[in-house]
């Protein structure tokens, strides 16, 4: 077996995951991009609001989509194209609930998958003050030209697999997750008529429900009230990126930092409440994102990280937006 996988790239009409607009494909043999596929489709009925936010990140807009298929409709053929691929995707826990948030508002089962997050791997195998897409493609010398394109984007999650692969001498998927003492993740196969939905499904339904989309979390003013640090939940999946890290937070969130807080511990992260030598991970509020680093436009807390990681110390940047797509819950105002 050799280096074989598809990657995947979702973007969302708006807050909800379950509200893919585009998917971007790349399939790998052996180490080497053989075939690319892309789509543009209407996000699931009821779910088909495109939220400005959204649309300032990637530039699509209803009007581009309108006459496509659904996602529930278009499935039959992204599937095809992945088969029984490993799949691969930066911040997978995104786009593998894309996957399943989608079918579950669309009535639909939808396959199980193993798959490898690049996000879990870059944070591995480079030292990169942000793991977000366009460092980590640049570190695997295949830089973006075009972040949120979703074609571009998986193009650039297979590159930076094939990069970490190669300098850890490894031939298969298998091969590398051992040589780091990892196991592929899995996820399980799924019916909503039959089976428990997600969280994030759940939420989405209820709000459809009442006829109105998910309300935007108020902007909090004033100093951010801490809270208590949870404990890490034990039964947490390891191979989530967040699973092992201490996290800390700075900056206005669009959620208090207790609620935070509280969705780090549940993926198996520490939350502290100051940078220290033990921080593996800064979540940055205040409309942060990944380019600010380059810019300057930091909190004190996100300026102590650079002087630690220049230091040294394995220690990384999340905008807000990254962070909630990893834990499945992205108000549209948070993604970044």
């Not at 579950?104 to 791997?121: H, I, K, N, Q, R």
């Not at 939420?203 to 951010?224: E, K, Q, T, Y």
Request: glycine residues 10%; negative net charge.
């Amino acid at each position: 077996m050799g280096l074989d996988f598809t990657a995947i790239d979702f973007e969302t009409a708006n807050g909800f995951r379950g509200s893919p607009c585009a998917v971007g494909l790349t399939k790998v043999r052996g180490g080497r991009i053989v075939e690319e596929a892309s789509w543009l489709m209407r996000p699931p009925r009821n779910h088909d609001h495109f939220d400005y936010h959204n649309v300032r990140i990637h530039g699509i807009r209803a009007e581009d989509v309108a006459g496509y298929p659904r996602f529930g409709e278009l499935f039959p053929e992204i599937g095809a194209f992945i088969g029984d691929d490993i799949l691969a995707a930066h911040n997978a826990a995104f786009d593998l609930g894309v996957i399943r948030s989608g079918l579950e508002v669309s009535g639909l089962p939808g396959p199980a998958y193993d798959y490898v997050c690049t996000v879990m791997l870059s944070r591995r195998c480079y030292s990169l003050v942000s793991n977000s897409l366009p460092f980590a493609a640049v570190e695997a010398g295949v830089p973006l030209l075009k972040h949120h394109d979703a074609a571009e984007d998986a193009r650039a999650c297979a590159g930076i697999l094939i990069d970490i692969a190669r300098r850890n001498q490894a031939n298969s998927i298998g091969e590398l997750y051992l040589s780091l003492g990892l196991a592929v993740p899995r996820q399980q196969a799924f019916d909503p008529a039959t089976g428990l939905l997600s969280k994030p499904s759940l939420a989405a339904l209820s709000a459809s429900a009442v006829n109105s989309a998910a309300p935007l979390r108020p902007f909090r003013s004033g100093w951010p009230e801490e809270g208590a640090n949870p404990v890490p939940n034990p039964a947490a999946e390891p191979g989530h990126a967040l699973y092992g890290q201490t996290v800390v937070f700075t900056g206005q969130l669009s959620m208090g930092r207790p609620e935070a807080k509280r969705l780090s511990a549940d993926y198996g992260a520490r939350p502290e409440s100051r940078v220290t030598g033990r921080t593996t991970v800064l979540v940055v509020g205040d409309g942060f994102v990944a380019s600010d680093l380059r810019s300057g436009r930091l909190t004190g807390k996100a300026r102590r990280v650079l002087e630690l990681h220049e230091r040294g110390q394995a220690i990384e940047v999340l905008s807000e937006g990254e962070f909630l797509q990893m834990v499945g819950d992205v108000p549209a105002a948070a993604i970044a």
